[in-house]
């Protein structure tokens, strides 16, 4: 369906011509009506769907101009996916001269206070605990606003911001209009629908459509200290243009980026340990196409929308499957082929099985390459790069130095010079140490059960796999009986509860 069909304004479809789309997406073609007549909306869509058009167009239609007031609030679990949301509305709201503003932790507050001050938004971006911040400072008043939108609702319970965003509500005035977006629908999702809601309207993209069928899935079996060099040398073989690795952790992440640094290779890294200026600045790099390679953990990576990425490499497998199709659903975008990696060492296939379970597709098993095969890729790469570079090249200007050269040289040492200057080391040349992470822990089935693993969400909203009774972990070092311990502690205190729907606030 043509974006011209679904009832918005001139305006609006100026903006949405210019940035080159006519067709709407499942998405925006179920939201954008429902949102435009006024009802609450539950829609379940993964990143990289347009949700933020599906809920950001109707939004922009209702909004008020001529009234410098909050008229709508958006709640982004992360600093990235709040400014993403922020740029895009602001673009899709350009022709209306609609004022947008974000607010996020990591940032100087009081200049966030000045510009809330004296430019008033009419439609406020913002994370949870800085939203929270401004309505205790009263440095923001949301009494005209007229929407409330829960983006990213999952991510959001699953990083313990549930009771902000409780707070956030009671500050909205309850004949508001609420929208909740999430990848997936858990319990807790529908129950925060039924206590804030009323009688939500329920948009669910099908299965099909959430998987990554434009995405090319493969795992590689390898242990955790040969992974890096097979990395490398896939890199070689399949010449990956735009590239996300994802890390366990933040040490991981570090690196694995200077490691890759120092094969050659293009790469940064974002964790949230890095200052909001700095990931900031890498992500402007990536998206430009001036960074070959990004390194990220999960977290420093929800939200992100980069259009472009050919290959998402797992080097570490994630424990929560759905987390998987997060990462993966950042390539095959936009009707473009993409491909993705997994690196699984022999103690991690169980986590693989039940990933596949849940995208129901089986990922092809990929042979790690040889030396050989390395090299014959990075040859072949450079053979490309030297095509372009001569179809590019005003060659006459440089014909004398060449023939000058091909009087000193012979023609097939001087391209083979080029050719090498051009291509790595290979993987073994440039060693790089990569400490090893503790694998997932493995669990075995309960006899009962025919030692089948199946997949449930723990309190603290991660996943764990659990036979159908739980078993006792092997005894490890007294350090990792610590870590257990206040992992165990974390997780209690970050239990929540749900009032029950008598209790149900507007």
Same mark, same amino acid.
């Given at each position: 369906?043509?974006?011209?069909?679904?009832?918005?304004?001139?305006?609006?479809?100026?903006?949405?011509?210019?940035?080159?789309?006519?067709?709407?997406?499942?998405?925006?073609?179920?939201?954008?009506?429902?949102?435009?007549?006024?009802?609450?909306?539950?829609?379940?869509?993964?990143?990289?769907?347009?949700?933020?058009?599906?809920?950001?167009?109707?939004?922009?239609?209702?909004?008020?101009?001529?009234?410098?007031?909050?008229?709508?609030?958006?709640?982004?679990?992360?600093?990235?996916?709040?400014?993403?949301?922020?740029?895009?509305?602001?673009?899709?709201?350009?022709?209306?001269?609609?004022?947008?503003?974000?607010?996020?932790?990591?940032?100087?507050?009081?200049?966030?206070?000045?510009?809330?001050?004296?430019?008033?938004?009419?439609?406020?971006?913002?994370?949870?605990?800085?939203?929270?911040?401004?309505?205790?400072?009263?440095?923001?008043?949301?009494?005209?606003?007229?929407?409330?939108?829960?983006?990213?609702?999952? *991510?959001?319970?699953?990083?313990?911001?549930? *009771?902000?965003?409780?707070?956030?509500?009671?500050?909205?005035?309850?004949?508001?209009?609420?929208?909740?977006?999430?990848?997936?629908?858990?319990?807790?999702?529908?129950?925060? #629908?039924?206590?804030?809601?009323?009688?939500?309207?329920?948009?669910?993209?099908?299965?099909?459509?959430?998987?990554?069928?434009?995405?090319?899935?493969?795992?590689?079996?390898?242990?955790?200290?040969?992974?890096?060099? %097979?990395? /490398?040398?896939?890199?070689?073989?399949?010449?990956? *243009?735009?590239?996300?690795?994802?890390?366990?952790?933040?040490?991981?992440?570090?690196?694995?980026?200077?490691?890759?640094?120092?094969?050659?290779?293009?790469?940064? #890294? %974002?964790?949230?340990?890095?200052?909001?200026?700095?990931?900031?600045?890498?992500?402007?790099?990536?998206?430009?196409?001036?960074?070959?390679?990004?390194?990220?953990?999960?977290?420093?990576?929800? #939200?992100?929308?980069?259009?472009?990425?050919?290959?998402?490499?797992?080097?570490?497998?994630?424990?929560?499957?759905?987390?998987?199709?997060?990462?993966?659903?950042?390539?095959?975008?936009? #009707?473009?082929?993409?491909?993705?990696?997994?690196?699984?060492?022999?103690?991690?296939?169980?986590?693989?099985?039940?990933?596949? !379970?849940? /995208?129901?597709?089986?990922?092809?098993?990929?042979?790690?390459?040889?030396?050989?095969?390395?090299?014959?890729?990075?040859?072949?790469?450079?053979?490309?790069? %030297?095509? !372009?570079?001569?179809?590019?090249?005003?060659?006459?200007?440089?014909?004398?130095?060449?023939?000058?050269?091909?009087?000193?040289?012979?023609?097939?040492?001087?391209?083979?010079?080029?050719?090498?200057?051009?291509?790595?080391?290979?993987?073994?040349?440039?060693?790089?140490?990569?400490?090893?992470?503790?694998?997932?822990?493995?669990? !075995?089935?309960?006899?009962?059960?025919?030692?089948?693993?199946?997949?449930?969400?723990? +309190?603290?909203?991660?996943? +764990?796999?659990?036979?159908?009774?739980?078993?006792?972990?092997?005894?490890?070092?007294?350090?990792?009986?610590?870590?257990?311990?206040?992992?165990?502690?974390?997780? +209690?205190?970050?239990?929540?509860?749900?009032?029950?729907?008598?209790?149900?606030?507007?």
């Amino acid at each position: 369906m043509k974006f011209s069909e679904l009832g918005l304004e001139t305006d609006l479809l100026k903006a949405i011509k210019r940035s080159g789309f006519e067709e709407a997406t499942p998405i925006q073609e179920a939201t954008i009506p429902l949102v435009l007549s006024g009802v609450d909306v539950i829609g379940q869509a993964q990143t990289g769907t347009g949700k933020t058009a599906a809920f950001g167009l109707p939004i922009l239609q209702h909004t008020d101009v001529k009234q410098n007031a909050i008229q709508a609030v958006i709640i982004s679990p992360t600093r990235e996916l709040a400014i993403q949301t922020q740029e895009e509305l602001f673009r899709l709201g350009k022709d209306k001269r609609a004022k947008v503003q974000v607010v996020y932790g990591g940032a100087d507050i009081r200049r966030q206070i000045q510009q809330l001050k004296h430019h008033t938004p009419q439609i406020l971006v913002g994370t949870p605990g800085r939203l929270l911040d401004h309505i205790n400072r009263k440095t923001v008043d949301l009494s005209n606003a007229k929407t409330l939108i829960l983006d990213e609702a999952d *991510e959001m319970l699953d990083m313990g911001f549930l *009771e902000d965003i409780e707070s956030i509500i009671r500050a909205i005035p309850a004949s508001r209009q609420t929208l909740l977006f999430s990848a997936t629908m858990p319990k807790a999702i529908l129950k925060i #629908g039924e206590k804030f809601m009323t009688e939500p309207q329920i948009v669910k993209i099908k299965t099909k459509e959430l998987t990554t069928d434009l995405v090319d899935q493969y795992f590689v079996r390898a242990r955790d200290f040969e992974k890096f060099d %097979i990395m /490398t040398r896939i890199f070689d073989v399949q010449a990956p *243009e735009l590239t996300i690795i994802f890390g366990r952790t933040k040490r991981r992440v570090d690196e694995l980026s200077k490691g890759l640094e120092a094969r050659g290779y293009n790469a940064a #890294g %974002i964790h949230g340990d890095l200052t909001q200026q700095r990931r900031m600045s890498i992500l402007k790099k990536f998206k430009s196409g001036k960074l070959d390679i990004l390194v990220a953990t999960d977290v420093a990576a929800r #939200g992100l929308d980069i259009s472009g990425v050919t290959h998402v490499y797992n080097y570490d497998i994630p424990q929560d499957p759905e987390s998987y199709v997060h990462r993966i659903g950042r390539t095959g975008r936009a #009707g473009h082929h993409g491909t993705s990696v997994t690196f699984v060492t022999p103690n991690e296939m169980d986590y693989l099985r039940v990933i596949e !379970k849940l /995208t129901k597709k089986k990922m092809g098993p990929l042979k790690p390459p040889t030396e050989k095969e390395a090299f014959i890729g990075q040859v072949s790469a450079a053979l490309t790069d %030297i095509k !372009k570079l001569v179809e590019t090249t005003e060659t006459d200007k440089y014909a004398t130095q060449a023939e000058q050269l091909l009087e000193k040289y012979d023609a097939v040492d001087l391209v083979a010079a080029l050719l090498n200057n051009m291509t790595k080391d290979d993987a073994n040349e440039v060693p790089v140490k990569i400490t090893p992470e503790r694998p997932l822990p493995r669990r !075995k089935g309960d006899s009962r059960n025919g030692g089948k693993f199946k997949y449930r969400r723990n +309190n603290s909203g991660g996943g +764990n796999w659990h036979g159908k009774r739980d078993d006792k972990r092997r005894s490890g070092s007294k350090k990792d009986q610590d870590r257990e311990k206040y992992g165990r502690r974390q997780a +209690n205190k970050r239990n929540f509860t749900i009032r029950s729907k008598k209790q149900k606030t507007k």
